[in-house]
């Protein structure tokens, strides 16, 4: 595992886009989740937190943290805090993509939230980072683990909201999150009134669409019996019956029109599923949002928070 101090200094390159556009969808009709209580936790448990300083860099105060999550199990985390800022703020909590790591997105996104005092967490999902178990590959190649890398990640997030109330240091949350860590934090927002506005990039709904046309999950292309079994099982965590929920809180999402791994179908259900006020911008691009336009959605995305959020900057 690479330190903090070492991700912080590589800024992953973000992704290439030819066409940017916006695209205004109807308001989603409204539906509740078939099992609305999927995503619920006993948020009396005790968090039995840790916080230790890890490093530092001119704008940002890192911690590691842990905290129990889902199911009892330790969930490692990365706090950090605008330098010099000891008053309570905004925050965002960030979720990564699939094989991703919480360092990875503080290596691309701490000092940029800091500048702008902002405190960023991020915790590390199921399988992934510290957590590596059978390792995320496998666990998506699998039904079960795949269901749970999802519901138990999204309660785990939730707990990571509990910990920062805990430590009394957000008066406002914010949510961003780039294709696994968007799927999980559309259903995040539908879940959890605590997160004011969501920013999510490259992700989808609607499994039978998504399993049918993508090839990350479940060994890919789905048809017949597998994909009716696997769109039984994900159904109660499909994003489609959660983004709506978020019921008058902002939600800001971003797709690319040749977008193999998140299919543009998959990702309009989502766009459709969510209620207003919403923002959707397309780009004639793939799922790693290559330049030269992937710095116009980074633009949209500081500008959508800024407002939602009531950023200084």
């Known amino acids: 595992m690479r330190s903090p ?75 950090g805090r605008p330098t010099g800022g000891s008053r309570r703020g905004p925050c965002v909590l960030v979720g990564h993509p699939l094989t991703g790591s919480k360092e990875e997105e503080f290596g691309e996104k701490a000092d940029a939230y800091a500048a702008r005092g902002v405190t960023m967490l991020a915790i590390d999902a199921r399988y992934h980072g510290e957590r590596q178990g059978i390792g995320p590959i496998r666990a998506v190649a699998r039904l079960n683990t ?89 159904d109660p965590i499909d994003p489609r019956h959660w983004i709506g929920r978020a019921g008058g809180r902002a939600v800001f999402m971003a797709a690319g029109r040749i977008d193999d791994a998140t299919p543009f179908a998959s990702a309009r259900a989502l766009h459709r599923a969510a209620r207003q006020p919403k923002q959707v911008l397309v780009y004639d691009g793939g799922h790693d949002i290559e330049e030269p336009h992937g710095a116009r959605v980074r633009r949209a995305v500081a500008a959508f928070l800024k407002r939602h959020l009531n950023l200084r900057r």
């Open 146 to 234: 795949l269901y749970n890398l999802f519901r138990l990640t999204v309660i785990d997030m939730r707990r990571a909201l509990d910990y920062l109330d805990s430590r009394g240091i957000c008066d406002r949350i914010g949510y961003e999150g780039r294709s696994m860590g968007g799927f999980m934090g559309s259903m995040l927002i539908g879940a959890d009134p605590r997160i004011k506005a969501g920013a999510f990039l490259v992700s989808g709904a609607d499994w039978r669409v998504y399993l049918t046309r993508s090839w990350v999950m479940l060994g890919g292309n789905l048809s017949g019996a597998r994909l009716k079994a696997a769109v039984r099982k994900l």
């Open 5 to 79: 101090m070492t991700i912080l200094r590589v800024l992953l390159v973000a992704t290439a886009l030819i066409t940017l556009s916006v695209i205004a969808l109807p308001a989603a009709p409204d539906a509740a989740p078939p099992n609305p209580t999927v995503f619920d936790y006993n948020a009396g448990a005790p968090l039995r937190a840790t916080t230790r300083p890890e490093a530092e860099t001119d704008l940002t105060r890192i911690f590691k943290v842990t905290f129990r999550g889902a199911e009892g199990q330790r969930v490692p985390a990365l706090l």
